[in-house]
Protein backbone atom coordinates (compact mmCIF):
# COMPACT_ATOMS: atom_id res chain seq x y z
CA UNK A 1 0.00 0.00 0.00
CA UNK A 2 1.80 3.30 -1.07
CA UNK A 3 -1.01 5.41 0.72
CA UNK A 4 -0.60 7.56 4.08
CA UNK A 5 0.04 4.98 6.81
CA UNK A 6 -0.78 6.04 10.60
CA UNK A 7 0.03 3.66 13.75
CA UNK A 8 -1.32 2.76 15.94
CA UNK A 9 -4.49 2.82 14.82
CA UNK A 10 -6.49 2.91 17.94
CA UNK A 11 -5.34 3.93 21.25
CA UNK A 12 -6.45 3.42 25.06
CA UNK A 13 -4.83 5.23 27.71
CA UNK A 14 -5.53 6.74 31.03
CA UNK A 15 -5.74 10.57 32.09
CA UNK A 16 -2.17 12.04 32.23
CA UNK A 17 -0.21 9.19 30.50
CA UNK A 18 1.55 10.09 27.28
CA UNK A 19 1.37 9.06 24.08
CA UNK A 20 2.84 9.05 20.76
CA UNK A 21 1.61 8.52 17.17
CA UNK A 22 3.60 7.93 14.20
CA UNK A 23 2.40 8.68 10.60
CA UNK A 24 4.11 7.76 7.41
CA UNK A 25 3.47 10.06 4.19
CA UNK A 26 3.52 9.17 0.63
CA UNK A 27 6.91 8.70 -0.36
CA UNK A 28 7.51 12.11 -2.64
CA UNK A 29 5.19 13.86 -0.44
CA UNK A 30 7.22 17.23 1.12
CA UNK A 31 4.08 18.48 3.08
CA UNK A 32 2.44 16.01 6.02
CA UNK A 33 -0.13 17.84 8.35
CA UNK A 34 -1.96 16.51 11.46
CA UNK A 35 -5.52 17.34 11.82
CA UNK A 36 -8.00 16.24 14.72
CA UNK A 37 -11.75 15.13 14.47
CA UNK A 38 -14.06 14.56 16.87
CA UNK A 39 -17.35 12.90 16.16
CA UNK A 40 -19.57 14.64 14.05
CA UNK A 41 -16.97 17.47 13.04
CA UNK A 42 -15.08 17.86 10.53
CA UNK A 43 -11.52 17.66 10.67
CA UNK A 44 -9.76 20.33 12.21
CA UNK A 45 -5.95 21.95 11.66
CA UNK A 46 -3.54 20.83 14.17
CA UNK A 47 -0.09 21.85 12.31
CA UNK A 48 2.14 21.55 9.53
CA UNK A 49 5.47 20.71 8.06
CA UNK A 50 7.33 21.42 4.72
CA UNK A 51 10.11 18.49 4.73
CA UNK A 52 11.67 18.79 8.41
CA UNK A 53 10.01 22.29 9.13
CA UNK A 54 7.41 22.87 11.14
CA UNK A 55 5.64 25.73 9.50
CA UNK A 56 2.64 26.53 11.73
CA UNK A 57 0.89 25.52 14.51
CA UNK A 58 -2.77 26.14 15.40
CA UNK A 59 -3.58 28.28 17.73
CA UNK A 60 -5.94 25.71 19.69
CA UNK A 61 -2.86 23.52 19.96
CA UNK A 62 -1.97 23.42 23.68
CA UNK A 63 1.47 23.04 24.94
CA UNK A 64 1.01 19.27 25.98
CA UNK A 65 0.90 18.74 22.25
CA UNK A 66 4.33 18.33 20.21
CA UNK A 67 5.13 17.10 17.06
CA UNK A 68 8.49 16.67 14.77
CA UNK A 69 9.42 15.43 11.48
CA UNK A 70 13.00 14.70 11.77
CA UNK A 71 14.28 13.55 8.61
CA UNK A 72 11.39 14.99 6.34
CA UNK A 73 9.86 11.42 5.82
CA UNK A 74 7.76 10.44 8.54
CA UNK A 75 6.25 12.42 11.34
CA UNK A 76 5.40 11.54 15.10
CA UNK A 77 2.56 13.75 17.37
CA UNK A 78 3.15 13.63 20.92
CA UNK A 79 0.63 14.41 23.33
CA UNK A 80 1.75 14.52 27.42
CA UNK A 81 -0.23 14.67 30.56
CA UNK A 82 -3.76 13.59 28.16
CA UNK A 83 -6.86 14.77 29.04
CA UNK A 84 -9.97 13.26 28.32
CA UNK A 85 -10.84 16.12 26.20
CA UNK A 86 -7.92 14.63 23.92
CA UNK A 87 -10.04 11.90 22.70
CA UNK A 88 -10.12 11.95 19.18
CA UNK A 89 -9.31 10.50 15.73
CA UNK A 90 -6.20 11.73 14.95
CA UNK A 91 -5.75 12.31 11.13
CA UNK A 92 -2.51 12.58 9.26
CA UNK A 93 -2.42 14.08 5.54
CA UNK A 94 0.65 14.43 2.94
CA UNK A 95 0.86 16.27 -0.06
CA UNK A 96 3.81 17.27 -2.79
CA UNK A 97 3.73 21.13 -2.60
CA UNK A 98 5.90 22.87 -5.15
CA UNK A 99 6.07 24.20 -8.69
CA UNK A 100 3.60 22.66 -10.89
CA UNK A 101 2.20 19.69 -7.80
CA UNK A 102 -1.18 19.73 -7.53
CA UNK A 103 -1.25 19.96 -3.42
CA UNK A 104 -3.81 17.99 -2.97
CA UNK A 105 -3.61 16.18 -0.02
CA UNK A 106 -4.35 12.68 1.30
CA UNK A 107 -4.87 11.27 4.40
CA UNK A 108 -4.06 8.25 6.54
CA UNK A 109 -6.81 6.33 8.59
CA UNK A 110 -6.21 8.05 11.41
CA UNK A 111 -5.39 6.90 15.13
CA UNK A 112 -8.32 6.98 17.72
CA UNK A 113 -7.67 7.83 20.86
CA UNK A 114 -9.82 6.76 24.02
CA UNK A 115 -8.82 8.64 27.25
CA UNK A 116 -9.95 7.10 30.35
CA UNK B 1 -8.83 33.17 10.38
CA UNK B 2 -11.08 31.23 7.28
CA UNK B 3 -14.26 30.06 8.20
CA UNK B 4 -16.24 27.76 6.19
CA UNK B 5 -19.93 26.68 6.91
CA UNK B 6 -21.44 23.35 5.40
CA UNK B 7 -25.34 23.12 4.73
CA UNK B 8 -27.54 20.89 5.08
CA UNK B 9 -25.93 18.55 7.81
CA UNK B 10 -28.48 15.61 7.13
CA UNK B 11 -29.33 15.05 3.66
CA UNK B 12 -31.99 12.34 2.17
CA UNK B 13 -32.60 10.98 -1.17
CA UNK B 14 -33.96 8.41 -3.18
CA UNK B 15 -31.75 6.40 -5.79
CA UNK B 16 -31.63 8.31 -8.99
CA UNK B 17 -32.51 11.57 -7.68
CA UNK B 18 -29.88 14.30 -7.23
CA UNK B 19 -28.05 16.02 -3.76
CA UNK B 20 -26.93 19.47 -3.25
CA UNK B 21 -24.19 20.41 -0.38
CA UNK B 22 -23.52 24.06 -0.20
CA UNK B 23 -20.56 25.51 1.85
CA UNK B 24 -19.84 29.13 2.36
CA UNK B 25 -16.43 30.63 3.43
CA UNK B 26 -15.19 34.09 4.66
CA UNK B 27 -11.77 34.26 3.74
CA UNK B 28 -11.49 35.91 -0.05
CA UNK B 29 -7.82 34.45 0.01
CA UNK B 30 -8.61 31.24 -0.08
CA UNK B 31 -8.43 29.67 -3.51
CA UNK B 32 -9.08 25.91 -3.04
CA UNK B 33 -11.62 24.08 -2.50
CA UNK B 34 -11.47 20.37 -2.43
CA UNK B 35 -14.88 18.17 -1.44
CA UNK B 36 -14.07 14.68 0.99
CA UNK B 37 -16.13 11.86 1.15
CA UNK B 38 -15.90 9.80 4.78
CA UNK B 39 -17.27 6.32 4.79
CA UNK B 40 -18.13 5.22 8.61
CA UNK B 41 -14.38 4.55 10.14
CA UNK B 42 -12.56 5.06 6.94
CA UNK B 43 -10.06 8.29 5.92
CA UNK B 44 -11.44 11.21 4.18
CA UNK B 45 -11.53 10.54 0.12
CA UNK B 46 -10.49 13.49 -2.12
CA UNK B 47 -13.91 13.26 -4.69
CA UNK B 48 -13.38 16.57 -6.50
CA UNK B 49 -11.83 20.17 -5.85
CA UNK B 50 -11.77 23.45 -7.68
CA UNK B 51 -9.79 26.65 -7.66
CA UNK B 52 -10.30 30.18 -7.93
CA UNK B 53 -9.17 30.49 -11.68
CA UNK B 54 -12.15 28.60 -12.52
CA UNK B 55 -16.34 28.25 -11.67
CA UNK B 56 -17.60 24.80 -12.18
CA UNK B 57 -15.83 21.83 -13.04
CA UNK B 58 -17.44 18.23 -13.83
CA UNK B 59 -16.26 14.31 -13.26
CA UNK B 60 -18.71 11.73 -14.27
CA UNK B 61 -21.99 11.71 -11.49
CA UNK B 62 -20.16 14.62 -9.71
CA UNK B 63 -19.61 18.38 -10.18
CA UNK B 64 -18.92 21.49 -8.18
CA UNK B 65 -19.26 24.63 -8.62
CA UNK B 66 -17.55 28.24 -7.20
CA UNK B 67 -19.29 31.68 -6.73
CA UNK B 68 -16.16 33.37 -5.43
CA UNK B 69 -18.21 37.20 -5.15
CA UNK B 70 -20.74 35.34 -3.32
CA UNK B 71 -17.84 33.13 -1.37
CA UNK B 72 -20.33 30.23 -1.73
CA UNK B 73 -19.38 26.69 -3.52
CA UNK B 74 -21.44 23.89 -3.85
CA UNK B 75 -21.32 20.14 -5.07
CA UNK B 76 -23.87 18.55 -7.06
CA UNK B 77 -24.31 14.41 -7.42
CA UNK B 78 -26.39 13.50 -10.03
CA UNK B 79 -28.15 9.72 -10.17
CA UNK B 80 -27.16 8.92 -7.06
CA UNK B 81 -26.85 5.17 -5.84
CA UNK B 82 -26.84 3.83 -2.32
CA UNK B 83 -22.98 3.72 -2.38
CA UNK B 84 -23.05 7.57 -2.20
CA UNK B 85 -24.19 7.43 1.42
CA UNK B 86 -21.22 8.87 3.48
CA UNK B 87 -20.50 11.98 4.92
CA UNK B 88 -18.96 14.72 3.04
CA UNK B 89 -17.13 17.35 4.12
CA UNK B 90 -15.63 21.09 2.01
CA UNK B 91 -13.03 22.38 3.04
CA UNK B 92 -11.16 25.78 1.71
CA UNK B 93 -7.74 27.04 1.84
CA UNK B 94 -5.20 29.51 0.21
CA UNK B 95 -2.96 27.79 -1.52
CA UNK B 96 0.89 28.95 -1.95
CA UNK B 97 0.50 30.37 1.77
CA UNK B 98 -0.27 27.37 4.29
CA UNK B 99 -2.22 25.46 2.64
CA UNK B 100 -4.23 24.37 5.88
CA UNK B 101 -7.88 22.70 5.21
CA UNK B 102 -10.32 24.50 7.27
CA UNK B 103 -13.58 22.08 6.87
CA UNK B 104 -17.31 22.43 7.21
CA UNK B 105 -19.22 20.39 9.67
CA UNK B 106 -20.10 17.80 7.22
CA UNK B 107 -23.18 16.42 5.41
CA UNK B 108 -24.52 12.98 6.29
CA UNK B 109 -25.79 11.33 2.67
CA UNK B 110 -28.00 8.86 2.89
CA UNK B 111 -29.25 7.59 -0.21
CA UNK B 112 -32.34 4.66 0.01
CA UNK B 113 -32.81 2.18 -2.72
Known amino acids: DTGVSQNPRHKITKRGQNVTFRCDPI?????LYWYRQTLGQGPEFLTYFQNEAQLEKSRLLSDRFSAERPKGSFSTLEIQRTEQGDSAMYLCASSLWGQGADNEQFFGPGTRLTVL | GENVEQHPSTLSVQEGDSAVIKCTYSDSASNYFPWYKQELGKRPQLIIDIRSNVGEKKDQRIAVTLNKTAKHFSLHITETQPEDSAVYFCAASEQGHTDKLIFGTGTRLQVFP
Open chain 1, 27 to 31: SEHNR
